[in-house]
């Protein structure tokens, strides 16, 4: 690994940190102004919840059409696609994820606060990468290519960084 790929790492790192700690300090004032909180979940959580034999989330990729043109999460609708007939989901929780988990609380909080069922998954396609799972085109055909919004952002050696299709 260059210089150059190693200092982008770790700032790409360093910017989900910093991310993680803002996204925090704005749910604890959401918190104190008696907003109802934000509910998070991790990958192995989102994982279990979709195996289960429960009722099964409705995920909802908030990320751009850019980065949705080269893959998602199998099963997941655009934002557009929910925001267009959200009652079509009616009795189903939310979940939402974006590429580190920053749009995706910010749309979590918006249903929450319209009395909808929403968490955000805050590891969001970065920490699905992280766990080997695998993509989908927007046709559903598997696909190792995956949008990482910035090149700063480390994915795993086993998919393609791919920044527009």
């Known amino acids: 690994m260059s210089l150059a790929d190693c200092c982008a790492d770790h700032f ?48 909802v990729d ?16 655009t934002r557009e696609q929910f925001e267009s007939d959200p009652q079509s989901y009616s009795g189903r929780p939310v979940v939402a994820y974006c590429t580190v988990g920053g749009r995706s609380y910010l ?25 080997g799972l695998p993509l989908v085109k927007a046709d559903g055909r598997p696909t190792t290519d995956v949008h990482p919004y910035w090149r700063l952002f480390k994915v795993p050696d086993s998919y393609q960084v791919r920044m527009s299709e």
């Not at 908030?62 to 609708?77: C, H, P, T």
């Open 62 to 77: 908030v990320r751009s059409d850019a980065e949705l043109s080269v893959s998602r999460i199998s099963g997941a609708i």
């Open 107 to 131: 749309f979590a909080a918006k249903l929450v606060e319209s009395g909808l069922d929403a968490v955000n998954y805050r590891d969001s396609i970065l920490g699905w990468c992280d766990a």
């Open 12 to 59: 790409g790192a360093g910017i989900i940190r910093l991310c993680n700690f803002a996204f925090a300090v704005v749910e604890s004032v959401r918190c104190r102004l008696g907003r109802t909180p934000v509910r998070s979940i991790t990958t192995n959580d989102l994982v279990l919840w979709l195996e289960s034999t429960k009722v099964p989330p409705v995920l």
